[in-house]
């Protein structure tokens, strides 16, 4: 007898920074061992740049690196202290 697995459904995110100036971002958390690199956002015309990920529910937290530097997501209003005396931002994704 097949004993059947529930799966976990992904949920697709989008992340939004606006940074008209900036010659790159990217998007760094847990869900990517906050590698600085492996999430390149996409600018729009108006600066706005962009990423979707697909994620698993649950809480995340994260922060962008644009041109080198790492910054905040001005739209989050949930963050927590890191271990670098700044703040993570937090998405929960239910």
Do not use: H, I
Request: include cysteine; charged fraction near 30%.
């Amino acid at each position: 007898m097949k004993k059947s697995k529930m799966q976990v459904q992904t949920k697709k995110v989008l992340f939004e920074f606006q940074a008209p100036e900036a010659q790159e971002v990217y998007l760094a958390g847990g869900f990517n061992n906050w590698d600085a690199c492996s999430n390149l956002m996409k600018k729009d015309k108006k600066g706005l740049w962009k990423t979707t990920l697909y994620l698993k529910p649950g809480r995340y937290e994260y922060r962008f690196f644009l041109d080198g530097d790492w910054e905040n997501d001005p739209a989050c209003c949930n963050c927590v202290p890191n271990e670098f005396g700044s703040q993570n931002c937090v998405k929960v994704v239910e």
